[in-house]
């Protein structure tokens, strides 16, 4: 069983926020300490990610090497997990539907 929330959770762990943690307190009606994110932090999610940065590529938008420079210093994937790689492998699976069915 995979236990991760959303994807947007691994941003919060980074920047020094247990928001699971936190919910979890919350909905036992505990009380939830106010917490304070590090600023800075940097999150991606390759799926989402990557076929926009092509489809901005493919516009003249953005230039490969602009785009590769600013993957440099990201903190946390949004799935991707050393300890549990399977859910990232089954979303990189997806990526070639993904981008069909956003128009790529």
Do not use: C
């Not at 420079?69 to 990232?88: E, F, Q, T």
Request: net charge positive; no cysteine; charged share 25%.
């Amino acid at each position: 069983m995979n236990a991760r929330t959303w994807g947007y959770h691994s941003l919060g762990a980074a920047a020094g926020v247990d928001f699971p943690y936190l919910l979890y307190r919350d909905q036992l009606g505990l009380p939830v300490e106010t917490s304070r994110a590090r600023p800075g932090v940097r999150w991606i999610r390759v799926a989402t990610d990557i076929p926009n940065a092509v489809k901005d590529v493919m516009r003249g938008h953005l230039r490969p090497s602009d785009y590769v420079r600013s993957l440099r210093g990201v903190d946390v994937d949004a799935v991707w997990s050393m300890r549990d790689p399977l859910p990232a492998l089954m979303e990189l699976g997806l990526m070639p539907y993904l981008a069909v069915r956003r128009g790529l």
